[in-house]
């Protein structure tokens, strides 16, 4: 049967910040397929002061198949 997988994180520390949230699909016909968006957002210190604070995302797609033994 075919399957879906829902899964996120996140992480935090001083100045930075991000959050992921993904969806991922089986089926024993296509094999595994994922699809997830990344959001960050960081504030620079004043060393580098005039970056100030940043943000943006990230998005990522992956595939994976297996294949079974051949004679």
């Known amino acids: 049967p075919d399957e879906y997988t829902f899964y996120g ?3 935090k520390a001083d ?3 991000a959050v992921l ?3 991922g699909k089986y089926s024993d016909f296509f ?3 994922s699809l997830d ?3 960050a957002r960081s504030q ?3 060393n580098y ?3 100030g604070k940043q943000q943006g995302q990230s998005y990522r797609f992956m595939y994976s198949r297996g ?3 051949t004679n």
């Open 9 to 11: 994180g996140g992480i």
């Open 15 to 17: 100045n930075y910040a």
């Open 21 to 23: 949230l993904g969806l």
């Open 31 to 33: 094999g595994a397929f």
């Open 37 to 39: 968006v990344t959001h």
């Open 44 to 46: 620079f210190s004043q």
């Open 49 to 51: 002061k005039s970056f």
């Open 67 to 69: 294949f079974g033994e």
